[in-house]
């Protein structure tokens, strides 16, 4: 079988399957590339297998070189889109030492967005029932037992009951992650957020969607509290705060749904609200915040 020539190929060390599977439990994406058609003289065989992960990983491969640059950019651009694609490759005139034309299938798994919400009260809870048909996958914290009473084990939801000083750890901050803080106190949020922003420093990723529930006056005074930050401070400026769209429906349901709607729209790159023939209405939604 034809190897390619210095470049860059996947790390066949892992287990494509394994790790797959891993993908599926966790909610996260991926998009997984397989041969199913291949000349006897060419690079790869049927069967091989390349995984590339959202968080930049590449395991297994399809014999390198220029086949594999191109597939992991067909790869990379599902990330985003979603769905298949069956990819037709012909080696150009430089590739005479790997001969023979290549079917690769790509499928994409987009299971959902990573949701957390930090504090299940009235508001956050409302945002996980009124999701769950919806692509995310909830992660919910709060220090408060009682407040997680009857979460666990629900389908797409994990709960953690955990201080606000004790989720920076655990939080993982990504592009295609979303994150609402909703917490008990103001205190709560300040910690939240903290915890939020550190998550960010730890993963060098920032949360496609952010999101604080409250006043502007509250957020003003949580800026105050940051101020020896300045560099926190900045990545505040495209975060939702407050967070959820102007519907006029003040209940935790009616929130609920202006949040939801705000991120699907901002996780989804919708800059702005359109009608049904893609006119703006002329409601901006902040970009999100990785780019």
């Known amino acids: 079988m034809c190897k390619g020539r210095d470049f860059p190929v996947g ?13 599926i ?13 291949a000349a006897e003289n060419g690079p790869v065989e049927v069967g091989d297998k390349l995984l590339v ?15 594999e640059l191109e597939v992991v950019a067909a790869a990379e651009a599902l990330l985003a889109a979603g769905g298949c694609r069956l990819l037709n490759w012909q080696p150009g005139p430089r590739d005479d030492e790997c001969t023979g034309r290549v079917e690769i299938f790509l499928e994409s798994l987009r299971q959902g967005y990573s949701f957390w919400i930090l504090g299940a009260g009235h508001v956050g809870r409302a945002v ?5 048909g919806l692509p995310f996958l909830f992660k919910v914290c709060d220090d408060r037992a009682e407040s997680l009473a009857g979460l666990a084990g629900e389908g797409r939801v994990n709960t953690f009951c955990l201080p606000p000083d004790g989720l920076s750890p655990i939080l993982e901050a990504a592009p295609d992650a979303a994150l609402l803080i909703a917490g008990p106190s103001h205190d709560h949020d300040r910690e939240y957020l903290q915890a939020a922003l550190a998550a960010e420093d730890r993963c060098q ?12 006056r509250k957020i ?17 400026d495209s975060a939702q705060m407050p967070v959820g769209l102007e ?5 935790p349901h009616g929130i609920a749904l202006a949040i939801l709607a705000e991120a699907m729209a901002v996780l989804n790159g919708r800059d702005y609200i359109k009608d049904g023939k893609g006119r703006p209405l002329g409601l901006l939604l902040r970009r999100r915040r990785d780019r």
């Open 128 to 132: 996980m029932e009124m999701g769950r």
């Open 25 to 37: 439990g966790d909610g996260r994406q991926g998009v997984l590339a397989t041969v199913v058609a």
């Open 205 to 216: 990723a920032r949360f496609g969607f952010l999101g604080l529930l409250g006043s502007s």
């Open 220 to 236: 003003n005074k949580l800026r105050e509290k940051l101020s020896e930050r300045p560099d926190w401070l900045s990545r505040l």
């Open 247 to 251: 519907l006029g429906d003040g209940s």
């Open 53 to 67: 992960v959202a968080d930049g990983r590449r395991i297994g491969t399809v014999g390198g070189g220029p086949l």
């Open 11 to 23: 790390d066949g060390r892992e287990d494509v399957n394994r790790v797959w599977s891993d993908l």
